[in-house]
């Protein structure tokens, strides 16, 4: 009861709470969202210099990460799509292989929310996933909606569990645990067959080494 009660005033509420923050600056996002251009009409204007092919663009980007950067500190790019573009540097990366310690950089991409990236070490890459996060924007609010949706419907599930009257909810739990001995009871029959025939399998090699014996 306590569990349902907890679920019903704060933790499902809270939940909602921050899905319905999500879903409105990600709804915002999308409508700021320009079309992604061809790469052949591609542009993009980076440290107040204009590039029009991912190669360039990225090198650009990368060329900037290469330089002294602050610890979490951003550093603004230029605007793409009608988004910000910056890099941050995220501080030592976490795998145990790179013997330099390199930190990582990472492009933001800012709206009402943000997206993030680890900088790749190919120019074009970086540009291709900036368009990749952009795109995904759509997908990623139609995902908080249904999982707003699921959360309300775990919600109003557990009103209607608390409001059950006590002797409803004991056959529930009654109920709940006679599946769970049965299938207890079923696995340990089954482990029972098996020592049986293990100890009939062990009694007749038993007589027939006799048998040879008595030959």
């Known amino acids: 009861i306590y569990r349902?009660?907890?679920n019903i005033n704060k933790y499902i509420p809270d939940e909602i709470s921050l899905y319905n923050k999500k879903i409105e600056l990600l709804s915002q996002d999308v409508e700021r969202t320009e079309p992604e251009p061809t790469e052949e009409q591609f542009t993009i204007t980076l440290n107040n210099k204009t590039f029009n092919t991912y190669k360039e663009a990225g090198a650009e980007i990368m060329e900037r990460a290469d330089k002294y950067m602050e610890l979490n500190k951003k550093y603004p790019l230029g605007k793409y799509r009608g988004f910000s573009i910056?890099?941050?540097n995220s501080g030592a990366t976490d795998n145990l292989l790179d013997a330099q310690n390199n930190s990582v950089k990472q492009v933001i991409i800012s709206g009402?929310?943000?997206e993030k990236f680890?900088?790749?070490l190919i120019p074009s890459l970086n540009i291709k996933k900036i368009n990749e996060k952009i795109n995904h924007l759509?997908?990623?609010l139609e995902e908080y909606k249904?999982?707003?949706a699921d959360k309300k419907r775990q919600l109003e599930q557990c009103k209607i569990e608390l409001e059950k009257p006590f002797e409803e909810k004991l056959i529930d739990l009654l109920n709940r645990q006679r599946e769970i001995d049965s299938v207890l009871n079923k696995d340990n029959f089954n482990e029972s067959v098996i020592?049986?025939?293990e100890n009939e399998t062990e009694a007749s090699n038993r007589n027939m080494e006799y048998e040879l014996e008595e030959i």
Do not use: F, R, T, Y
Request: net charge negative; glycine share 0%; hydrophobic share 50%.
């Open 112 to 114: 009402d929310a943000e």
């Open 146 to 148: 249904n999982n707003l």
């Open 4 to 6: 349902l009660q907890d």
């Open 118 to 120: 680890d900088l790749s």
């Open 195 to 197: 020592a049986i025939d």
């Open 86 to 88: 910056s890099l941050i």
């Open 138 to 140: 759509a997908i990623e």
